[in-house]
């Protein structure tokens, strides 16, 4: 009888140690491809591979726990002197999960014996957007830019913070760029209705092949338009919204989305008390102090009262 022996991946030990309630992690998805990175597959290279799978070529079964949804939830998975199967039959060759271990910027869906990295080329903005993993939830590189935070902190993280600096997030709420989905899953999980606009088609695939993003597709709260959101918040009726998660690209990306006249019309569809938390950037830096300041006389200029910098969140709240 074969013995069977099990080692814990640090990756899916990690899973353990996240907010609750409204912040927490999303919940393991089902019916999506496995999907992995350096942090899952190199665990399994250097903590196992050497030890254990001489013996599994002997005809023991090595059991290993890791993670095939990039670090949501544990999973079993089986090594061999051939590789590593997972439980739904998907197996990984050792010389492809060496090709994973060495591409920390990448994330990528196994199907078959195969493994495709989760990136797509945008015909709307000419760029290649790709699903970077990080010690948490993935971001979105865009030609090379990460389009979270993630020194000192990771995605889902930098999200919370963001909810939370305009919680209580309740009524209509209006997320102004889609991106990977997380503001819009934490907002929906209080909210009525959340309305969230992406500008790049190529943005929403990228976000239906991550995990941590499937909420976003499964809430029937969560309403999703593409197109500019320059252009889509100007069409939404006057007052129709309770809070505004407004999260733009950075400054040189989109300078639109920081004008006076991007605040006049997220003003205008705003309730009267309604709140507003506008991303910004670093403050301790020298770009992101310059920011900040024209962004806070134009969020003035525009109508809105109680303009609070949220240093915490990168960013700063208002009310109408």
């Known amino acids: ?52 799978v001489e ?30 199967r997972y439980p739904t039959g998907e197996r990984l060759p050792w010389d492809t999960a060496r090709s994973i271990a060495d591409s920390p910027n990448q994330c ?11 990136a797509r080329f945008s015909p709307t903005t000419n760029t290649l957007r790709s699903l970077m993993p990080t010690s948490g939830a993935p971001t979105t590189l865009v030609s090379g830019f990460s389009m979270h935070r993630i020194k000192g902190t990771e995605p889902w993280a930098d999200s919370v913070a963001k909810a939370r600096a305009v919680a209580p997030i309740t009524g209509r709420t209006l997320d102004t760029t889609t991106g990977l989905g997380y503001t819009a899953i934490l907002a929906a999980r209080s909210a009525a209705e959340v309305v969230t606009i992406e500008l790049d088609p190529t943005g929403l695939e990228i976000a239906q092949r991550n995990p941590w993003s499937h909420e976003l597709f499964d809430q029937p709260n969560i309403q999703r338009i593409v197109g500019d959101a320059f252009e ?19 400054l040189s990306l989109a300078g639109e989305l920081y004008s006076e006249e991007m ?12 709140r507003l ?25 525009a109508g809105f009262q109680r303009i609070t910098r949220r240093p915490d969140a990168f960013g700063v709240t208002a009310t109408t």
């Open 108 to 118: 990528f869906a196994i199907e078959g014996h195969a493994a495709q990295a989760v």
């Open 263 to 274: 605040y006049r019309r997220l003003f205008r569809t705003l309730r009267k008390g309604g």
């Open 232 to 250: 889509v918040v100007a069409e939404q009726p006057a007052a129709s919204f309770d809070c505004i998660i407004h999260d733009p690209p950075y």
């Open 1 to 52: 009888m074969s013995s069977k022996q099990r080692a814990n991946s640090a990756n899916a030990a990690s899973a353990s140690s996240s907010p609750s309630g409204v912040f927490a992690r999303p919940t393991p998805p089902t019916a999506y491809p496995v999907t992995v990175s350096h942090m899952q597959i190199a665990p399994l290279l250097e903590a196992c591979f050497q030890r254990q």
């Open 55 to 84: 013996r599994a070529a002997s005809g023991d079964v090595v059991e290993v726990t890791t993670s095939a949804d990039l670090g949501l939830s544990p999973v079993i998975v089986t090594l061999s002197a051939e590789g590593i």
């Open 277 to 301: 938390f506008h991303y910004i950037g670093d403050p301790r830096s020298a770009s992101g102090a310059r920011t900040t300041a024209g962004v806070l006389r134009r969020l003035e200029a």
